[in-house]
Nanobody
Framework: VQLQASGGGLVQPGGSLRLSCAASGSIFSANIMGWYRQAPGKQRELVAILSSDGRGNYADSVKGRFTISRDNAKNTVDLQMNSLRPEDTAVYSC???????????WGQGTQVTVSS
C-alpha cells in the first residue's frame, strides 16, 4: 500500500489550504484514513481521521476549522483547512489503517507553514 499526499505550502494566518491523499495497492475496504501532524520539537499528533463507515474524529484544536472527507471508491482522503493559525505549522502525514489486519500505513509528509 502506498499513500501519496499533496497540497501543502505556505499560507498567511487566516488562510486556507487543502491536503489530499490517495492510497493505492491492496487495500481492505474497511479502514480508517486520516491525517497526523508533527511540529518541530513536538510529538506527532492526530489531526483528523475518518473511517470507511463514516465515523470521524478531530483534534480539539482544529474542530470547526478543519474538515476531513473521503472517497471510498477512490481510496482518497482530503483535509480542508480553514482559518489557519501559526500553530498549525507542521509536517502533515496521511495515514491508513485497515480494520481487517490492523496494519497501518503512512504517506510522506507534506509541509504546511502558516506565517505572515
Amino acid at each position: 500500500v502506498q499513500l501519496q499526499a499533496s497540497g501543502g505550502g505556505l499560507v498567511q494566518p487566516g488562510g486556507s489550504l487543502r491536503l489530499s491523499c490517495a492510497a493505492s495497492g491492496s487495500i481492505f475496504s474497511a479502514n480508517i484514513m486520516g491525517w497526523y501532524r508533527q511540529a518541530p520539537g513536538k510529538q506527532r499528533e492526530l489531526v483528523a481521521i475518518l473511517s470507511s463507515d463514516g465515523r470521524g474524529n478531530y483534534a480539539d484544536s482544529v474542530k470547526g476549522r478543519f474538515t476531513i472527507s473521503r472517497d471510498n471508491a477512490k481510496n482518497t482522503v482530503d483535509l480542508q483547512m480553514n482559518s489557519l493559525r501559526p500553530e498549525d505549522t507542521a509536517v502533515y502525514s496521511c495515514y491508513l489503517r485497515s480494520f481487517i489486519d490492523n496494519v497501518a500505513y503512512w504517506g510522506q509528509g507534506t509541509q504546511v507553514t502558516v506565517s505572515s
